[in-house]
């Protein structure tokens, strides 16, 4: 059962922008939250934007300004667009489902991961 399936990931010049892309099934995308991760080689896994079903945003302070996640309802699509993308953004990026618990967002279910490579 895939439920999670992001897209958009490839190579691109530093400065340069992505947006990536998120297809849920339609249960998956309507009773959770959302949330982008990223995992950088030999780093853990960190949280890069997050999202309610009422759409309040979170970032981590590495990518303010950059980035934007937004969520499409209609078709069951979250996107995470990366503007003034840096080396130090290349990772490979997961779409993730969860739920915000007070200030803290909770993953539950995860993508296969999408790879974006910036280059200098």
């Known amino acids: 059962q895939v439920q999670l399936v992001e897209s958009g990931g490839g190579l691109v010049q530093a400065g340069g922008s992505l947006r990536l892309s998120c297809a849920a099934s339609?249960?998956?995308?309507?009773?959770?939250?959302l949330g982008w991760y990223r995992q950088i080689p030999g780093k853990q896994r960190e949280l890069v934007a997050s999202i309610s079903g009422g759409g309040s945003t979170n970032y981590a302070d590495s990518v303010k300004g950059r980035f934007t996640i937004s969520r499409d309802n209609a078709k069951n699509t979250a996107y995470l667009q990366m503007n003034s993308l840096k080396p130090e953004d290349t990772a490979v990026y997961y779409c993730?489902?969860?739920?915000?618990?007070?200030?803290?967002?909770?993953?539950?279910?995860w993508g296969q991961g999408t790879q974006v490579t910036v280059s200098s």
């Open positions: 993730s489902a969860g739920r915000f618990y007070s200030e803290n967002y909770y993953p539950t279910t």
């Open positions: 339609r249960s998956i995308f309507k009773f959770n939250d």
